[in-house]
């Protein structure tokens, strides 16, 4: 009979270095951060949109929507091997409504999002937030621009939420 497991769950539960069967309830998402160079060349092209509330910060790989939220066994692999490393990002095209400014990307990072991409900035007065990105409909073939980031696992601040 043959298994479904997949070799990067195999090496994972061979090697036993991966200790998270659920994801923490304090880790609000993993993502790959930018650096302060990248983050500063995306906040310049996007340049100045008033009353709108810029980020340009990282790609999301997995946000914590839930208390049981787990990482696949592919992407416990993917983060283990590349957690340490810097990466490559380019950016491909742009889109935009009146909500969301984002920009899709090609990296080795997995994401569960619809596609790839690094939030700009949201139009609170329209009630933008960033997982809007997912849904903007027109998007535009834009000149390559490489950035640079690293893989991070963000935590959520107990003082603020008080779990």
Not at 27 to 48: A, C, M, N, T
Not at 68 to 93: A, C, M, P, R
Not at 119 to 139: A, F, M, R
Request: proline share 4%; glycine share 8%; with cysteine.
């Amino acid at each position: 009979m043959f298994s479904t497991t997949t070799l990067p769950e195999i090496l994972i539960n061979r090697t036993g270095s991966l200790n998270f069967n659920n994801m923490d309830k304090n880790i609000l998402y993993y993502g790959v951060e930018l650096d302060k160079e990248s983050q500063d060349i995306l906040k310049q092209r996007f340049g100045e949109h008033k009353g709108w509330r810029i980020f340009c910060h990282h790609m999301t790989i997995v946000f914590n929507t839930g208390p049981n939220v787990e990482l696949t066994g592919s992407e416990k692999y993917w983060y283990e091997q590349n957690k340490d490393k810097t990466l490559f990002l380019i950016v491909t095209h742009f889109g935009m409504d009146d909500r969301v400014a984002a920009v899709k990307v090609m990296c080795s990072a997995p994401t569960r999002n619809k596609h790839k991409h690094i939030t700009l900035g949201v139009n609170p007065e329209k009630g933008g937030k960033p997982v809007d990105s997912n849904h903007i409909k027109e998007w535009t073939l834009t000149e390559p621009l490489i950035l640079l980031g690293k893989p991070k696992v963000w935590v959520r601040d107990r003082k603020k939420t008080g779990k």
